[in-house]
């Protein structure tokens, strides 16, 4: 049975292969690392009407922050969006800093570094715990 071992080998190293592959396709759910971006020199109702975001970071003149998911205007001079799963809106009068979610290059980069780091390690740990590794 020429082929007997190296089947066995390869049974014993595919949870490896899977969790490498698994790590792999966690990348590509989580590299889009995103941080809120303060916008400059624009209104929110400026923001809101021309560029329409997903979802905007409101800071109150007391200081507060609210986050709108499908921000919109509404009557008058009011944001409006969805807060927690509530329909919320916040007067624009009240509002000094609007906010924009946009990926952030350093942050995707440093995810996939970090958990290439790990993938590496856990295959070289396991690849050192087996014998079918190392060469007699």
Known sequence: MANG???RALTRESPILRQLFACTLLLCYLAACRSW????EVSPLQLISTKHP????LTRSDGSRIVLEQPRIAAGDTLAGVH????????ARDVTQVATSKVSAGKTIGLFLGLSVVAVGTAVIACLSSSDCIDN
């Open 5 to 7: 071992p190296r089947f």
């Open 54 to 57: 997903r979802a905007v970071r």
């Open 84 to 91: 927690n799963g509530v329909l919320s809106g916040v007067a």
């Open 37 to 40: 971006h303060v916008e400059q």
